[in-house]
T-cell receptor, first 113, second 114 residues
């Protein structure tokens, strides 16, 4: 059965800290792993990862995929209060031709001033 | 601007009163989907559509209907809403060329059924 597990479920950090979020997956016929940021509204797309070992960066956020160990990490450096959100990872299900996304439960990040 | 729009954004209604939540995208995407999000359960797919007149059930289709008469629109219909359908609903779309590609989400509709 395909599944996506995120850890930790939540964390609280001070501004300026670095945060590392984990996403492990079990999917046959893996296609991609997606990271989204959700504040009090719709998920917004961060990264799509398809290849192992190639880091994707956007400002203070970066992410990398390990297809051998079946996990991805999302790093946020020099955190700001605006980084407070739920971070979701997801992957298209192997058995679904549409590419229905299987989401993890999310990691709630709270950045305190 | 490329976007997915939903209406209404907030809705409070009573049990049994039919309602429709609209979804529209301007990216000419073939694939559209409805999700509901509930605390502790994450995002779960309700229905999806792979093109005009092609729809299929997701994980939690009971109590919902959809239609896809035009490529850009994918309304979600609740014929007889019940309190257990109180939730946050998201419409999403993506291009049809790669099922691993990014999905774009609408702003969400918060529905309360009393």
């Amino acid at each position: 059965e395909d599944k996506v597990v995120q850890s930790p479920l939540s964390l609280v950090v001070h501004e300026g800290d670095t945060v590392t979020l984990n996403c492990s997956y079990e999917v046959t016929n893996f296609r991609s792993l997606l990271w989204y940021k959700q504040e009090k509204k719709a998920p917004t797309f961060l990264f799509m990862l398809t290849s192992s070992g190639i880091e994707k960066k956007s400002g203070r956020l970066s992410s990398i995929l390990d297809k051998k160990e079946l996990f991805s990490i999302l790093n946020i450096t020099a955190t700001q209060t605006g980084d407070s959100a739920v971070y979701l990872c997801a992957t298209p299900l192997s058995t679904d031709s549409w590419g229905k996304l299987q989401f993890g439960a999310g990691t709630q990040v709270v950045v305190t001033p | 601007e490329a976007q997915v729009t939903q209406n209404p954004r907030y809705l409070i209604t009573v049990t049994g009163k039919k309602l429709t939540v609209t979804c529209s995208q301007n990216m000419n995407h073939e694939y559209m989907s409805w999700y509901r999000q509930d605390p502790g359960l994450g995002l779960r797919q309700i229905y999806y559509s792979m093109n005009v007149e092609v729809t299929d059930k997701g994980d939690v289709p009971e109590g919902y209907k959809v239609s896809r008469k035009e490529k850009r629109n994918f309304p979600l219909i609740l014929e007889s809403p019940s309190p257990n359908q109180t939730s946050l609903y998201f419409c999403a779309s993506r291009s049809g060329t790669d099922r691993g590609s990014e999905q774009y989400f609408g702003p969400g509709t918060r529905l309360t059924v009393t």
